[in-house]
């Protein structure tokens, strides 16, 4: 067994972290023994519908020790304090997010805001992301419904760049980056899928994934912990929406990322901030995957084949159909 602490590693180029993990390295690919998250699993014991659970490979520890490194400048180490937490969504092996009720998605969207408040709370805590992986390409080693919770002691770049261009817009224009998207986009309508009485969900002007969407709530808040019950059943609506969207765009599941962008939880004034919701499908058509490769890696531009508007008519189709499933039952 691997004791070795996760640490942190400086990237004085970028300017960015990175997570190294020398235990990582043991944990399973694409298990074909009993599934962990199932009920009657040793850690899934019990009553329960959405279950939190440590994650037993963690990228990040609590506890995380100095790293035994001592480098010079421009190199620098830092511990790898964090939480790294698994939601298993639901008792079933299978199936998506638009596969739960519509109070069950409630729910597990009720855990998010907890563990986002509760993690946030603790001291080296410095950004709480909540996030899913689904799909056999995407990486996913575990197939049971879940999404995981990184409870980073930095705030990633993505974040930061959006927090940095934010702030800058509201400082020169006074008015909130993702409310005046949101009224282009309402006004345009070309790209929206879907809205609902809180939220809306439209595929990005300048995607980078070929089915990029993103769900914004209409109202400017800054996290979970801003939504009351009603909005919180109407993301349970989206988000359902969404993924069944997906899986009605081609004959088969669709793998995705998602990711909850919220503001950071350091306790700083984040009121230029809007959170919202994205989601990458890799694929970008119904055979053919889109890799990030040189351009994107190699340079951080992505190149969109096609274009974000046609796409938008497509999931808007697809949206119909899955409306119609889900509330026609
Ligand atoms: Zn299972
Ligand atoms: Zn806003
Ligand atoms: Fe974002």
């Known amino acids: 067994m691997n004791e070795v602490s996760p640490e942190l590693r400086w990237n004085p180029q970028l ?9 990582r390295e043991t944990r399973p690919w694409q298990l074909t023994t009993t599934c962990p998250f199932c009920p009657g699993a040793p850690e899934t014991l019990g009553d329960w519908d959405v279950l939190v659970l440590p994650n037993r490979f963690p990228a990040l520890e609590p506890k995380a020790e100095k790293p035994a490194l ?13 939480v790294c937490e698994v939601v298993v969504e639901t008792r079933e092996h ?13 729910k597990v969207i009720e855990v998010f805001k907890s563990r986002y408040q509760k993690l946030g709370s603790l001291s080296y805590v410095k950004y709480v992301l909540i996030f899913r992986n689904k799909g056999a390409v995407i990486g996913v080693s575990l197939h049971h419904p879940h999404s995981q919770i990184y409870a980073l002691p930095f705030t990633p770049p993505k974040i930061r760049r959006e927090l940095n261009n934010a702030k800058r817009y509201m400082r020169r224009s006074n008015r909130c980056l993702f409310c005046d998207i949101l009224d282009f986009e309402k006004s345009d309508r070309i790209r929206v899928i879907y809205e609902n009485e809180a939220f809306t969900v439209f595929t990005a002007f300048s995607a980078m994934w070929p089915y990029e969407t993103h769900i914004y709530p209409r109202r400017h808040v800054q996290s979970l912990l801003d939504l009351d019950g009603e ?20 004959d088969f599941d669709m793998p995705y990322i998602m990711v909850f962008h919220q503001k ?8 230029f901030y809007h959170m ?6 890799p694929y970008r058509d119904k055979e053919k995957l889109k890799y990030a490769a040189g351009i994107e890696w190699g340079a951080g531009t992505f190149t969109y084949d096609g274009s974000p508007e046609e796409r938008a008519q497509e999931l808007k189709e ?12």
């Open 15 to 23: 300017g960015d972290w990175v997570i190294v993990s020398a235990q």
């Open 264 to 271: 950071p939880v350091d306790g700083k004034d984040y009121g």
């Open 70 to 82: 001592k480098p010079k400048s421009p190199y620098k180490v830092s511990k790898a304090n964090g």
């Open 94 to 106: 299978e199936g998506d997010l638009c596969d739960l009720s519509l109070e069950h998605m409630a």
């Open 276 to 281: 919202h919701i994205e989601f990458y499908p």
């Open 231 to 250: 909005e919180r059943l109407t993301l349970a609506d989206s988000l359902r929406v969404v993924t069944a969207t997906y899986n009605n765009l081609f």
């Open 318 to 329: 697809a949206c119909l159909k899955a409306v119609r499933k889900l509330k026609g039952g």
